[in-house]
């Protein structure tokens, strides 16, 4: 039973404070802090917000302990094999699945936005060949805003939802030009008559030479990626996202500063680093040595697509993957993919070793992704630039969300100030 109240004494200043307790449907009860500073002259204090609660939300329910995660309070097990992608960013934006109804006029909507404004296609000649492509899914989804100015207005609601599925629907394509522009390739533009992934898939991988025909196993895999890296409560760049938001910004510069922050290796950046790490291993009997790099303090490697700060056991959706693996590089005729094989054992060696059991450090989400996005073709540079198409539908269900949110304010938070207190300036020749 969750206390109603929580009462804080300072010895110091016989000073007792009172706070509330607000309690969610599930999960832990969170203190309302917000009156501390205005009563106690006191400021919590937690870097990396490790216990702290910036919002109330109904959209993603994670359970660490447990391994739970769940999408509108339906479990991602569920949804993982039963609907589409377009169908759960339908349920994360509007909080119930679709009728038929409903999902093709959602679909309809977003595939008919899928096009970017043609001078938006002299930015990619900008870029270097070799530009990463978060660098350019950030610059382009960045300069959304100096195209659609019809949906700048966040304080319409019109606009706001139109301006959600423009993000949805155009970043797959600006992802995919990034890609065709590393290879020097012509854009392929989005086809009205194809699924959501169908179409990404295509706008990746045809060339205006011949007719090109998605792999449709290779769509089941991609809608099955896209759906467990949907949403996921709130993580840095989600965060991110709504802290932009917070000041007002308008939705485009928002997902920009969400990808800069998707994109650090602590973060969705892991799935990239994962490839290159089993890539470094090459053979089980590397592993070790590796896992010491690892446990070192004065190494700065850590195992990456290992831990998380919310998960201390395994990521429902790392389980998810790592069964499908399996089927997926079979189907995909790349049965005996030699870096899964690694990853396997690499699992099984850590999950054996104290270090990694004592920390609870278990596989994330990126550990087996990546595994995955090369069996399907999807170079290893593109792989955080995947993790940004699924995440946009979270991070618009997240902004639709707190634009109304009546306790929504300007995200402003204070500090532990540990520098000078007070120094006389002196002139330079006495310093
Ligand atoms: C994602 O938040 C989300 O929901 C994110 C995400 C989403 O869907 O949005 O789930 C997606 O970002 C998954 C995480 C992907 N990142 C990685 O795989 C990178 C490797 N993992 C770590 O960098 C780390 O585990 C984090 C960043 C994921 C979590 O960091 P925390 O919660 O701040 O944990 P910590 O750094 O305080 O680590 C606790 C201890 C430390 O050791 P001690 O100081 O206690 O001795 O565990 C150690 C860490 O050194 N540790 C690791 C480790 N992760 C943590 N040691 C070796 N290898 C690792 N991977």
Known sequence: MHPTTLTLTDPENQQTITLPVRKGTIGPAAVDVSGLYREFGMFTYDPGFLATASCSSSITYIDGEAGILRYRGYSIEELATKASFLEVAYLLIYGELPTEYDLSKFEHNICHHGMIDEALKNFFRGFHHNAHPMAVLIGVTGSLSAFYHDTLDIHTPE????????????????????????????????????RYVENFLHMMFATPCEQYRVNRLAEKAMNLLFILHADHEQNASTSTVRLTASSGANPYACVAAGIASLWGPAHGGANEEVLNMLEEIKDVKHINVYLDKAKNKNDSFRLMGFGHRVYKHYDPRAKILRGVCHRVLKELADSNNPLFEL?????????????????????????????????????????????????????????????????????????????????????IGKR
């Open 343 to 427: 990853a396997l054992r690499l699992e099984e060696i850590a999950l054996q070793d104290a270090y990694f059991l004592e920390r609870k450090l278990y596989p994330n989400v990126d550990f087996y992704s990546g595994i995955i996005y090369r069996a399907l073709g999807i170079p290893v540079s593109m792989f955080t630039a995947m993790f940004a198409i699924a995440r946009s539908s979270g991070w618009m269900a997240h902004w639709l969300e707190m634009m109304n949110d009546p306790e929504q304010r300007i995200g402003r938070p204070r500090q532990l100030y540990l520098g000078h207190a007070l120094r006389q300036y002196n002139s």
């Open 159 to 194: 606009q706001r939802e139109l301006s959600a599925y423009r993000v949805i629907a155009k970043l797959p394509t600006i992802a995919a030009a990034a890609y065709k522009h590393s290879k020097g390739e012509p854009f392929i533009y989005p086809r009205y008559n194809m």
